[in-house]
């Protein structure tokens, strides 16, 4: 069974700092190009940083700077450190796998003070 799990999600204040992590299982882990995307009501779904199956990154460009995706293939799971947060960063964050097109549940992400 293919299932992707993302945690670490809350509410932070303006210029804080989140981790975000992606927990997968069901499918080889390694071979797939791994991103993470976020939605807020109303709007499409926006990739915010990717990272293929052999360590390139993709950024959008309003995360450049602050935000780092990463994984760790030993524990099938990609992360996304995310500091100097900012109001408008505030979505659903979706954890997805390129390669076999699988999307986790989302964690919400509230940055607010």
């Known amino acids: 069974q293919v299932w992707l799990v993302e945690s670490g999600g809350g509410l932070v204040q303006p210029g804080g700092s989140l981790r975000l992590s992606c927990a997968a299982s069901g499918f080889i882990f390694s071979a797939s190009g791994m991103g993470w995307y976020r939605q807020t009501p109303g709007k499409q779904r926006e990739l915010v940083a990717a990272l293929s199956s052999g360590r390139l990154t993709t950024y959008a460009d309003t995360v450049k700077g602050r935000f780092t995706i990463s994984r760790d293939n030993a524990k099938n799971t990609v992360y996304l450190q995310m500091n100097s947060l900012k109001p408008e960063d505030t979505a659903v964050y979706y954890c997805?796998?390129?390669?076999?097109?699988?999307w986790g549940q989302g964690t919400q992400v509230t940055v607010s003070s």
């Open positions: 997805h796998s390129s390669l076999y097109d699988y």
